[in-house]
């Protein structure tokens, strides 16, 4: 079965440090990974997906992933945070049919907290 | 270009009592999904409709039921509520067609359902 993990409830930062949220995946075959941001009240939004290819991802508002087969991980990563990016982050992978990009299984999610 | 919109935003209920739910999907995108989010559980895969066809279901009972009509809008209901079934509920549209350069899926604001 296709799943991911994050193993942190919680990551804390001063703002202008580097941020890293951590993810860990199981899957049979290709992985397709995302990374999603929800702020309070809101829906999910998209940050970044893997795919296929370079394995440095670039995504929205400065994010970016890195991708290792190796070690089956996904982080999250900006090089200086900001206290904005406070907020519930989810990594997900696809599990649904050949066709469908629509089924996601999401990690239980990291709270990040940036201080000023 | 418009995002995902669902109606209500907010929805109290009593127990036993049954519930629509409505989600329009981005202009153009074809599938469209549905997550539970709790706090306990996380975020949970209800289904996924592409052209008014079910194509994939989340491990949820039967009183868990969607539909999605000709021009893509979808459409979940719930019977029976029970104190479980509180949570905020997610749609999210993709393209739907595999092989196009855009794999994720836009979430919509949610619908925040209480039952009490």
């Known amino acids: 079965a296709q799943s991911v993990a994050q193993p942190e409830d919680q990551v804390n930062v001063a703002e202008g440090n580097p941020l890293t949220v951590k993810c860990t995946y199981s899957?049979?075959?290709?992985?397709?990974l995302f990374w999603y941001v929800q702020y309070p009240n809101r829906g999910l939004q998209f940050l970044l997906k893997y795919i296929t290819g370079d394995n440095l991802v670039k995504g929205s508002y400065g994010f970016e992933a890195e991708f290792n087969k190796s070690q089956t991980s996904f982080h999250l990563k900006k090089p200086s945070a900001l206290v904005s990016d406070s907020a519930l982050y989810f990594c997900?992978?696809?599990?649904?049919?050949?066709?469908?990009?629509?089924?996601?299984?999401f990690g239980a999610g990291t709270q990040v907290v940036v201080t000023p | 270009k418009a995002g995902v919109t669902q109606t209500p935003r907010y929805l109290i209920k009593t127990r036993g009592q049954q519930v629509t739910l409505s989600c329009s999907p981005i202009?153009?995108?074809?599938?469209v999904s549905w997550y539970q989010q709790t706090p306990g559980q996380g975020l949970q895969f209800l289904f996924e409709y592409f052209s008014e066809t079910q194509r994939n279901k989340g491990n949820f009972p039967g009183r868990f039921s969607g539909r999605q009509f000709s021009n893509s809008r979808s459409e979940m209901n719930v019977s029976t509520l029970e104190l479980g079934d509180s949570a905020l509920y997610l749609c999210a549209s993709n393209l739907g067609l595999a092989g196009l350069s855009s794999y994720e899926q836009y979430f919509g604001p949610g619908t925040r359902l209480t039952v009490t």
């Open positions: 899957v049979s075959g290709n992985p397709y």
């Open positions: 202009s153009g995108h074809r599938s």
């Open positions: 997900a992978v696809r599990t649904g049919t050949t066709d469908s990009w629509g089924k996601l299984q």
